[in-house]
């Protein structure tokens, strides 16, 4: 809890409140999150039994509804994001000279069922939907909106809540001068909204043409076949469509199933088998999802206001973010990684890459190259919240986590 606590003393949304702190609220909606509890009211219970926290179940989920609590923790979770993005970690697009002054990120829209007293619209409860971003060179998580339709509709479009979010929230905070990829699903497609946000706020787009794509082939756009980088792409052209938008589309052939893929971007200067990489990548927002949902539990959301969701966004990112620095300090104090799971993600790689040979096909070197769990495995976490549950002391959590690293249990 400590790089959490320590950006609630530097927020300026922080509150002295004797009744229910603003330390205890941050440490109940964490730990709620980590310990997979399904209910409120049980989870009120448990922390009352296991923790001290003496926070009454009115209380607690009148603090969900607060706005400055929810700006609270959204400030919180900006903070850590932060924290995580700025601490030494592994980057797989470091080695690539042509992204130094790229940030990049994976978004996506990820939804949660109703909170059990939700409202119908349209005379049926509709799920609460979130769009989250995950940043590719660090993995830190951050939470970007909340869809919320209008009145009269049934759900409002993840394009459209984007487009209320704003460019200056799509750049992520990054430094003037940084350009901003996002690698998003076919979701997003709006071509002259790509062109928007490129001109005056360097924001850029990858992702997959669609099937019914109306894009005109205008010219072949040259690149270097012998880059090893480029390993897969058939071609990269300039495409452009009725409204005079003009874009960029790399033909790449996957080389274990042999399938063809067309992505789209607004971006012109990187090598296109960089492209091809970074919406693989991209597939690592889907597994924070699957950690979240599966494994942190988070399928339903708590409670029916606006705040609520919210702040419940707030504190699933934060959640991500603190085991993930938990997780590296662990091994730069303690020389430990969870090697069972990068063994069997190289045990994958050596198969797709002979599946690839006898296809008679290069498998990809930057695909082969990543080294870094993209989620948590269930036995750490599951570590983590015993030691947490049973407040287990540093020099013994350590001891109980070892063979935990090294081999799933059988």
């Known amino acids: 809890m400590r790089p959490a606590l320590k950006a609630l003393e530097n927020s300026d949304q922080y509150r002295g409140c004797a009744k229910y702190s603003d330390e205890q609220h941050l440490r109940v909606g964490i730990e709620r999150v980590i310990q997979n509890k399904k209910s409120g009211r049980s989870w009120v219970l448990w922390c009352h039994l296991a923790r001290g926290i003496t926070v009454r179940v009115r209380t607690f989920f009148k603090a969900l509804e607060s706005k400055r609590r929810t700006r609270m923790v959204m400030d919180v979770s900006e903070a850590v994001r932060r924290q995580v993005d700025e601490h030494d970690h592994y980057d797989p697009l470091a080695q690539h000279p042509e992204l130094d002054r790229f ?29 989250y971003s995950l940043n590719l060179r660090s993995h830190s998580m951050t939470h970007l909106a909340l869809t919320q339709p209008a009145e009269g509709k049934k759900k409002e479009h993840e394009l459209c809540a984007l487009k209320r979010m704003g460019a200056s929230a799509l750049r992520m905070g990054e430094k003037t001068g940084t350009k901003v990829i996002h690698a998003y699903d076919p979701a997003i497609i709006d071509y002259p909204q790509w062109h928007r946000w490129k001109q005056g706020n360097g924001i850029y787009v990858i992702t997959l043409e669609k099937s019914n794509s109306a894009l005109g082939k205008m010219a072949e756009n040259p690149f270097d076949a012998d880059d090893p980088r480029n390993t897969g792409v058939i071609s990269d052209e300039r495409v452009g469509n009725a409204k005079g938008v003009v874009l960029r589309r790399i033909r790449y052939r996957d080389p274990e199933a042999g399938k063809i893929y067309r992505f789209i971007t607004s971006e012109f200067t990187l090598p296109p088998g960089l492209i091809a990489f970074i919406y693989k990548l991209r597939w690592d927002v889907e597994k924070t999802f699957d950690q979240v949902k599966n494994l942190f539990g988070e399928k339903k959301a708590w409670a029916t206001s606006t705040e609520s969701k919210i702040q419940q966004a707030g504190f699933i ?18 020389g430990m990684r969870d090697d069972k799971v990068l063994k069997r993600k190289e045990a994958r790689m050596k198969k797709s890459a002979l599946e690839a040979q006898k296809a008679g096909r290069t498998f990809n070197p930057l ?44």
């Open 317 to 334: 990112s934060l959640a991500h973010n603190l085991v993930l620095m938990l997780e590296r300090e662990i091994e730069a104090t303690e």
């Open 367 to 410: 695909v082969a190259g990543v080294r870094r769990v993209t989620k948590r495995s269930a036995q750490f976490l599951i570590w983590l919240q015993a030691c947490l549950e049973h407040g287990t002391c540093w020099s013994v959590a350590m001891i109980q986590v070892r063979p935990l690293m090294e081999n799933y249990l059988s």
């Open 103 to 131: 940030s990049v990120y994976a978004s996506d829209g990820h939804s949660h069922s109703a909170a059990s007293h939700e409202s119908p619209i349209g005379g049926k409860i509709r799920a609460t939907n979130h769009i």
